[in-house]
């Protein structure tokens, strides 16, 4: 489905959904996030390659996933894109080698997440668009999905995308609030096109829909 292109409104970016992030802060310069040695391939190589975001880590008291998964958000909140990538490998790989089955569906997100806020865009709408496949109850990636589309003025497909996400919850206020973001967007292409066409009041409109926007 063809974007529109070329408005002149500059909208503020749209929400993505993020985990909550660790108030553990983070030391600067640990020697961090290093693959799990081979003989520390279960839970202590994970911690050790954690330990940069919460320096007294007990080693002895496993994390729970959802623990790991904050960590993880609080690196990609610090715009740290590349060790969050690296501490969710070290997590596939010690899944892995303590032979966890099924696919750890937060880990995937946030790798989504992280991809995108390294300016990874289209890695990230691919594993947005495998986990609207595979998990398509979830709102989340749907809201993820069309923020991306956004960016890239393709906003057909995000409106769409948007669609799915309130159909899988439709009590998802943020996709709600990002549907509107879209429908102005839209409402404002079309404006300027009618006006180009010599269509009254088309341009005050899309005047209108474009302070809005910028607001």
Partial sequence: MAGTQGATAQPH???????????????VNDPL???????????????????????????????????ISKRISSLIAQGRHDDALQAIENRLKQRESNGETGTDVQLLFLKARALSAAGRHNEAIRIYQDMTTYYPELPEPWNNL??????QDKLDMALEALKMALTADPSYALARNNMGEVQLMLANDAYRKAASE??????????????????
């Fill in 13 to 27: 970016p749209p929400a993505q959904v993020a985990p909550a992030s660790s108030s553990s802060a983070p030391r």
């Fill in 33 to 67: 996030l290093e693959a799990p040695r081979e003989e520390e391939r279960g839970w202590k190589g994970l911690a050790r390659a954690l330990d940069v975001l919460a320096p007294s880590v007990d080693t002895s008291v496993p994390l729970s996933a959802g623990e």
């Fill in 146 to 151: 069309a923020a991306e589309y956004i960016a």
């Fill in 198 to 215: 010599g269509v009254q009041k088309a341009a005050q409109r899309a005047q209108q829909t474009g302070r809005i926007l910028q607001q």
